[in-house]
């Protein structure tokens, strides 16, 4: 499985930005093949390794500065939404809606991960149901990062106060990975 460089990347400028102090002692405690994807010139339309470029630079990052737990996958994924939305990918935030992005959300989601396959089974006025159904490496970590893109993304297109909850997930062995969104 395959993630593209512009999600590789946001990894270390969220920690350049939000830890900048402890940035090398984050990229040294990769492992060798994630440090030198990492410690090169990552592309941005390039795909990398998942889980050399993508999962363990994220299951460190969680390590060093979130105490283990998850909230740092969410964390880089709000950032990696901003980043991503307002540098490469402006033509979702120029329609500016939640509903306009929930309805791309297939096409967005095979922009960062290959191969894979999201589709949105639910949606009301100010909720929505997604189930990731093809995804042949699934971590928690990454759920948890691409809920908190989407949490940064429906912000970015006007959908106020958003709620996520993960109901089911592939890491778990579940068919599929749910995500309920509602916002007001």
Known sequence: MKVKG??????????KNKFA???DEWLNSLLPQSREIIAGDILPSMWYPM????????????DLFYEGKSKGAW???????????KKFYRVFLKFGS?????KRASSIF??????????VTKEEAKMALLKIVEFPEPSKLVEARIAGWIE???ELTKGNNPVLKI????ADGDNCTEIRISWS
């Not at 889980?51 to 969680?62: A, D, S, V, W, Y």
């Not at 095979?110 to 589709?119: M, R």
């Open 167 to 170: 109901n089911k997930s592939l």
């Open 152 to 154: 940064k993304a429906l």
């Open 110 to 119: 095979s922009l960062y991960y290959t191969p894979s396959k999201i589709e």
């Open 75 to 85: 964390e880089v994924g709000k950032f990696s939404a901003e980043m991503g939305l």
């Open 6 to 15: 512009s999600a590789v990347t946001s990894t270390s400028e969220f920690i």
């Open 51 to 62: 889980n050399e470029g993508f999962i363990e630079p994220t299951r460190k990052l969680c």
């Open 98 to 102: 939640p509903h306009f992005l929930i």
């Open 21 to 23: 102090e402890r940035y």
